[in-house]
Structures are given as structure tokens and as C-alpha cells.
């Protein structure tokens, strides 16, 4: 063993010396944590990166690469990647009814709701295990109340069994009157990577986008059901919207969902971009949102393709089409992932951009009437 190193090293420091451009696949970061690009960077070389779309090419054998590491890895070539944004329509028409409900959204509101959730502590679905006091069972309990108060049937989807409680996904539906209704469901993660009273911007903010958009359409009655999903586990492998999926479609409820949408980090805004990611089938959907977008909000949206780690994936992976809302990546929160990751730096007004644009894009595609 020791004479094969010996042998092995000075080789490897010579492949490494006298390397022309790397060869083999390129492969999308299917996570940007920063301790998991410090470990990709040891073993790799960039080949593109703009925005949310990074690519790498390995500089050890991928047999070499750790598994966990590997998970996080996809295959994927320059060319499957865009980033573009849209010309604004040149007529700029918006309907009075879409503005009047997009002028409902609260940004104060907003704010407050992902105060509260920050504020629960802990939020990371391990700590259901590690601490009795968990801030992620104390964000469950809030957003249940929360959705309970607006008038919502809720639900709790636990999809794993822990020693001292249960992680769950909260959900909350609005049914339709209308016979055969198909569904839209809305969805952000409420968990966070742990750090104390932090994860304000991920993902207290989209959860909070979830809040603010049931309670204005809690106003409106609908020719589609609406479905609210504050989802657990995102930030361990997307564990709670995949356990969500896999229940929607053994019930068959998964065929009903006309299309979805995921707010995940909606808060921090250094440039008035908005990233609009799915994947290329889904592309002119994309585009009609970001139209809207210059309709009915101060925000420049950006496309961006492929799809990848947040709760939008589950869904496209059924054939569903599915965007996800997210501040500009190529300008992202610093504190992204870290302790730091707290309310003050971020912009209400922007998040509250990103629910109107979202909130329309609702009204372009159901039928909404106001209660009164
Ligand atoms: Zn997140």
C-alpha cells in the first residue's frame, strides 16, 4: 500500500503539473452551501458559472469522489443551461381586478410573519431530535395557527417518525365551488440549516410568502382549489416536499395540479433581479410570468434553467410545471447558509414585489372573485 503511494504521488503531482484542459463531463452544483463548494473547489476545476447555474469539471476520478459528494453532482453540459431574461410586453395593460388584488399584499405583514418564524429558535428539522424545544416544531405551530386564523382547513403531512416528535409538512387548502376543480398549490420551506434565530431570508421569507398569499386569497373564492404548503426537511435533501409528492401521487392528487410555484429566499435584493427557474419544457411558462412581472411589479426578472435544489423539483419531476421565485443569485445573500442570515439587511418591499408577481400570476391562470 505505502509502495503504491509512493509510486502514485509523484505521478499524480505530474498529471496535476503538466494537465492541458480537464477532460471528462461536466457537472451542475446541485448545492451552492458554501462548505460544500469549498470541498467541490479541492476537486475541481469551473467551467461556467453565472447566477444559479454552475458547472465543474472533476480533477480526480469520480470513483474517488465521495458519495455524498457525488449526490450533489449532476451531469449536465454548457449548453443545457440558460439565463435570459425578457423584453416587458410593449403594451404594459394591467387588468384593475389583478391590480387590485396584488395592491392587498402587506409588506409589513410580510415582514412580521417571517419575523415570527426566525424568532422560533432552532429551525432545522434535526433539532426535532436534538432539543425539546425545537424553533422548527415552534414554526410548524405558528404557521398552522396562522393558517387556522385565516379561515384555512389545515393539515399536518408528518412523513417521518422522530424520538421526541414528528417532522411534518403544514399544509392548508381553499377549496373551490367549482365541480372538478383542478389544483394550485403554493409552496416554501420553513425549516433552516440551524443557526439561532436566523435563516431569515432562508427560508423564514418564502415560508412567510406562503402566509401573505393564503391571506389575501382567503379574500377570494377561486375556480381551482388552492393548496399551501409550508414545507419541513428542505434543507435536508428536499425530504419534505419529495415525502409530500410521493403521497400526492399515491392518492392521485398529483394529476390534479394544473401548475405550481416555490418561494425559496425571496428577501434580499442588492439589484431588483428576480431569478424565474424551471426547467427548458417549462420555459414559455416561465417567460409568460416574467412578463407579468413588469405589469404588476417594480422587479426585472431573470430566467434561469436548469432546475435544481429547492422544493420546485419534486413537483417538476411529476410533469408538473413548476417555477421557483428567488432573489437574484448572482447577487445572493452573503449570510446565505451562515449564523448571520438575520432579518435586519433584508428588503420587505422587494419580497412583497415577488408575492404580487406571484399573486398575479394566480390570476392569470384561475378565476378569482373577491368575497366582498
Ligand atoms: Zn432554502
Not at 275 to 294: C, K, P, R, Y
Amino acid at each position: 500500500m505505502i509502495k503504491t503511494l509512493l509510486l502514485a504521488l509523484p505521478l499524480l503531482a505530474a498529471a496535476r503539473l503538466y494537465a492541458g484542459p480537464v477532460s471528462g463531463p461536466s457537472y451542475l452544483l446541485l448545492s451552492h452551501d458554501p462548505a460544500f463548494l469549498e470541498r467541490v473547489a479541492e476537486i475541481s476545476e469551473p467551467v461556467y458559472a453565472k447566477g444559479r447555474s454552475r458547472l465543474v469539471r472533476l480533477t480526480v476520478p469520480p470513483a474517488q469522489v465521495p458519495a455524498e459528494i457525488m449526490a450533489l453532482l449532476r451531469a449536465a453540459s454548457p449548453a443545457d443551461i440558460r439565463s435570459y431574461t425578457v423584453p416587458a410586453p410593449s403594451e404594459k395593460a394591467a387588468d384593475p381586478a389583478v391590480l387590485s388584488l396584488v395592491s392587498r399584499v402587506n409588506s409589513a405583514g410580510l415582514m412580521g410573519y417571517a419575523d415570527a418564524i426566525t424568532m422560533t429558535g432552532k429551525r432545522a428539522a434535526r433539532d426535532l431530535d436534538a432539543s425539546a424545544s425545537s424553533g422548527n416544531r415552534a414554526a410548524m405551530d405558528y404557521i398552522e395557527n396562522a393558517l387556522r386564523d385565516m379561515g384555512y382547513a389545515t393539515e399536518r403531512h408528518c412523513y417521518k417518525d422522530r424520538k421526541k416528535d414528528k417532522e411534518c409538512n403544514i399544509l392548508a387548502r381553499g377549496k373551490s365551488p367549482a365541480q372538478g376543480a383542478r389544483t394550485i398549490a403554493v409552496v416554501g420551506h420553513m425549516d433552516s440549516v440551524g443557526h439561532e434565530n436566523a435563516g431569515a431570508d432562508d427560508n423564514a421569507s418564502g415560508a412567510a410568502g406562503v402566509l401573505e398569499m393564503a391571506r389575501v386569497l382567503a379574500g377570494y373564492r377561486a375556480d381551482h382549489d388552492l393548496l399551501f404548503i409550508a414545507a419541513n426537511g428542505e434543507e435536508t435533501g428536499v425530504a419534505g416536499t419529495y415525502a409530500l409528492a410521493k403521497k400526492l401521487k399515491a392518492s392521485g392528487e398529483m394529476s390534479r395540479i394544473a401548475w405550481a410555484i416555490n418561494m425559496d429566499m425571496i428577501a434580499w435584493n442588492r439589484n431588483g433581479l428576480v431569478d424565474i427557474e424551471t426547467n427548458q419544457e417549462h420555459a414559455a411558462f416561465a417567460e409568460w410570468v416574467a412578463g407579468l412581472a413588469s405589469v404588476y411589479t417594480r422587479l426585472n426578472p431573470n430566467i434561469t434553467m436548469p432546475a435544481w435544489g429547492s422544493d420546485h423539483v419534486p413537483f417538476l419531476e411529476a410533469g408538473v410545471p413548476t417555477y421557483l421565485s428567488i432573489e437574484s443569485w448572482e447577487d445572493h445573500n452573503p449570510c446565505y447558509h451562515q449564523a448571520c442570515d438575520k432579518m435586519a439587511p433584508l428588503s420587505w418591499d422587494y419580497a412583497a414585489d415577488i408575492v404580487r408577481l406571484n399573486l398575479a400570476v394566480i390570476a392569470g391562470k384561475a378565476r378569482l372573485a373577491p368575497k366582498k
